[in-house]
């Protein structure tokens, strides 16, 4: 138990297109779920926390209206890429809250041209 | 920053030998966790333990604990190339977010 996929697992865009990134915990429910992201070589940085039906919390110096997160559902959260930028380019990974562990999605590599 | 360093960066052995892993925190936690990462993959969860427990094993892996250090290892016995990965130490200093460790980079000879 406890599966957790991200959907595309790979994207190439242009720059300034906005990209979404779905996450979503396939045999349980999450009411948190947390958004990752991870340079080459380097750990993992938090993002933000997505909680279902309220706003994000965002990391310091995440840009709210860059990276725009939404958990309608208790087993759905996205992350929007928006206007995105060379610099955006990362990999992006969610996790989905059980109990006191966060299980993680397979990971979403962007690349933006 | 808060994140968490481990040691060893990188570590090279051959199979059948023993892996330690090193990770020290820097704020108080409710629990430790270890996770394993395949290049460009996700994370997989290897262990937990408590503020409260100083060990604990599961299959062929040994996690140590001492709070009053702020410290954690991570034994792989008996490695297998299978184990080569990145392994990463997380902490939650008491909130649900998890802090991780700068990670160490595993490679198991066959």
């Known amino acids: 138990g406890a599966v957790v996929s991200q959907h595309p697992s790979r994207v190439i865009c242009k720059s300034g297109t906005s990209v979404k990134i779905e996450c979503r915990s396939l045999?349980?429910?999450?009411?948190?779920m947390f958004w990752y992201r991870q340079f080459p070589k380097q750990s993992l940085m938090l993002m933000a926390t997505?909680?279902?039906?309220?706003?994000?919390?965002?990391e310091q110096g995440v840009e709210k209206d860059k990276f725009l997160i939404n958990h309608a559902s208790l087993t759905l959260s996205t992350l929007t890429v928006t206007s995105a930028h060379p610099e955006d380019s990362s990999f992006y990974i969610c996790?989905?809250?059980?109990?006191?562990?966060?299980?993680f999605g397979p990971g979403t590599r962007l690349l933006v041209l | 920053s808060q994140q968490g360093e481990e040691d060893p960066q990188a570590l090279s052995i051959q199979e059948g030998e023993n892996a330690t892993m090193n990770c020290s925190y820097k704020?108080?936690?409710?629990?430790l966790q270890w996770y394993r990462q395949n290049s460009g993959r996700g994370l997989v969860h290897l262990i937990l333990?408590?503020?409260?427990?100083r060990e604990k094993h599961s299959g062929r892996l040994r996690v140590t604990l001492d709070t009053s250090k702020k410290s954690s290892s991570l034994l792989i016995t008996a490695s297998r190339a299978a184990d080569t990965a990145s392994y990463f130490c997380?902490?939650?200093?008491?909130?649900?977010?998890?802090?991780f460790g700068t990670g160490t980079r595993l490679q198991v000879f066959p």
């Open positions: 045999d349980f429910q999450a009411t948190t």
């Open positions: 997505s909680n279902e039906g309220s706003k994000a919390t965002y």
């Open positions: 333990i408590r503020s409260n427990e």
């Open positions: 996790s989905a809250m059980r109990e006191e562990t966060q299980y």
């Open positions: 997380a902490t939650d200093a008491n909130t649900d977010k998890l802090i």
């Open positions: 704020t108080s936690i409710n629990n």
